[in-house]
């Protein structure tokens, strides 16, 4: 037996996987087109022929508008080293192609003929840990809040200040392990975000005061931060054209970290005193975090993205993955290093001379915010109003979104009463009541079936639905109900109507959010309009924390009429953005 932590640094080759190469001539047998039933000798649409290439204001060519349309839908006679050619060369390009997008589009195109088989969907489980982490970590801080201010003599709104130094770590985390993946690979920086995570959760468990209590968790956030960036790069780098819409089904793990922190909160908090529950609490979620660590590092072998092998010169290491892939899947696989370079057919093609080495890579991820790098966001006026639109959506969620859901259950648990004050009109905050947990225990839940809706919507066929339609109702309705829970949550029972209705309509809203962003933006720009977008979400919501403490009065309604305000200007935002993406190709 083989433990994939004995060979955690091992080079794959394709030594390890005999039975799984079949010559290109016979390819077209194991194509996607065969698995789908389309006839092998069909021709596969041009870019010539796309009636909308013309549109002026449409912008550089989405992957799977013309690009990779053919990609997924190739005859038999184009399964030949010309036919491959032709195709990983088709599609407008506004400078010639390099080795490297060339060599990378035909393993895109290697991994699309595999198709989705075990090792996908046990990366989408392993993948879907880290969404899980993520808002395991964020609700679970938020649920310790009345604890932590009544253990520590803390105001309810100085104890807000708790939620900024896990946003603190986040940002760093966010920033760090984006690039990080990029110089030590995917596979290193998949399995230490958790282990990080872990450490410095469990840690905070045993802090013994408040100020340790927020260090420890800005330390945790620099794990927890990386999780969505590395885990969404790497499943996206193994994920077959066909299959992309698993990337928004991949959300539906968001909101059963939520649900998991609510019920052993609920356990904990309302069966040990103040100052023991929350500690229990935390060391429980801590051990979860490091199951999963020890999951995904000591259990499950993790093949390295062949896009950053590739990117190394590590050619014969990115071919063998693919081998690992369809081995995995049981799958045949035709890609060899001979056809790589013979397809790439490097003397037209720019060729990288060496690997990329790390003073490249980043001034490469610097350059992501450098007013160079996202020029060409703004290159026609379609384009440009889509990607303004899309950050200030992106900034006004992330800041609004924490003003409710990170002190959600300080504002349950005074049940729409009035809330007690000291001398200098500080609201005196009391440890949750079990009715608290319980309630946010439901409003979890009701969270769950968001995803898996929005998962449905995405790609339904009605004018009022899609990815716009269906983003620009949610985040409506989500901001309705944060005025009525203001308004008419009274009662402890009416808050948690309001609260449930919120919930289900944020988790579809941030389901499709993740999904619809990237595949505005063109390909040569998606990194930069993405990477500018998560970078003003982390930002605001840094920011939130901030001004939830320093508002007027007690704070327990302000923050939440400017998280509705704010959530309204999203939707405002979102129903402007001229483009909509549902049925397009997605890489």
Known sequence: MRFPFLSFRRQESVHDYVGVLIPLEEAHLHSHSARSGRCEFEEARTSSDDPDIDDPESGPPKDGENEHTGMLQMSAAEYTIEGLRREVRGGQRIHQWSEYELKSKLI?????????????????????????????????????????????????????????????????????????????????????????????????????????????????????????????????????????????????????????????????????????????????????????????????????SPKFLLSQRRQSEAVAVVHGIAHRNGKKTWLTEEILDAVADVENAGRISARVSTTNIIKQNLMSFSIDRIRPLFQNR??????????????????????????????????????????????????????????????????????????????????????????????????VFLFFFVAFGKTPNSQLFFTCVEAFCQNIMYGVLYAFTPEIFPAPVRGAGTGVASFLNRITGLIAPILAANVPGDGTKTPIYMSAFLILAAFLGMVLIPIETRGRQRL
């Not at 909160?265 to 979620?285: Q, S």
């Open 108 to 304: 895109n195109k290697a991994i699309q003929d595999i198709g989705m088989g075990r090792y996908n969907w046990q990366l989408f489980v392993l993948c879907g840990f880290g969404w899980f982490a993520d808002n395991l970590w964020m609700q679970g801080v938020s649920l310790t809040l009345p604890s932590l201010s009544e253990e520590f003599g803390v105001s309810e709104k100085q104890v807000r200040y708790t939620t900024s130094s896990l946003f603190a770590g986040l940002c760093i985390g966010s920033f760090f392990w984006g690039m990080g993946s990029d110089i030590m690979g995917r596979r290193i920086a998949f399995n230490v975000t958790l282990l990080i995570t872990s450490i410095f959760g469990i840690g905070a468990a045993y802090a013994s005061s408040w100020v340790w209590v927020c260090i420890l968790f800005a330390c945790m956030g620099t794990g927890v931060g990386g999780n969505l960036p590395v885990d969404g790069a790497l499943f996206l780098e193994i994920l077959p054209d066909s299959s992309s819409a698993l990337l928004t089904l991949l959300s539906v793990w968001w909101p059963v970290g939520q649900l998991v922190s609510s019920i052993f909160a609920w356990y904990f908090m309302t069966n040990w005193p103040v100052e023991e529950g929350w500690r229990r609490f935390v060391l429980t979620i801590g051990i979860i975090t490091f199951v999963m660590f020890l999951i995904r590092f000591g259990i499950f072998h993790l093949f390295e």
């Open 382 to 479: 379609k384009l440009g109003i889509a990607t303004l639109l899309m950050w200030f959506c992106w900034s006004t969620i992330g800041l609004g979104y924490p003003l409710f859901n990170a002190f959600l259950p300080q504002y349950l648990s005074h049940g729409g009463s009035s809330v007690p004050a000291d001398d200098n009109g500080m609201a005196v905050s009391n440890a949750a009541s079990p009715e608290t947990y319980r309630n946010y225990a439901i409003i979890s839940i009701l969270g769950v079936p968001g995803s898996l809706l929005a998962a449905y919507t995405v790609d339904h066929k009605s004018p009022f639905l899609g990815r716009k339609g269906t983003l620009a109702i949610s985040t409506l309705v989500s901001a």
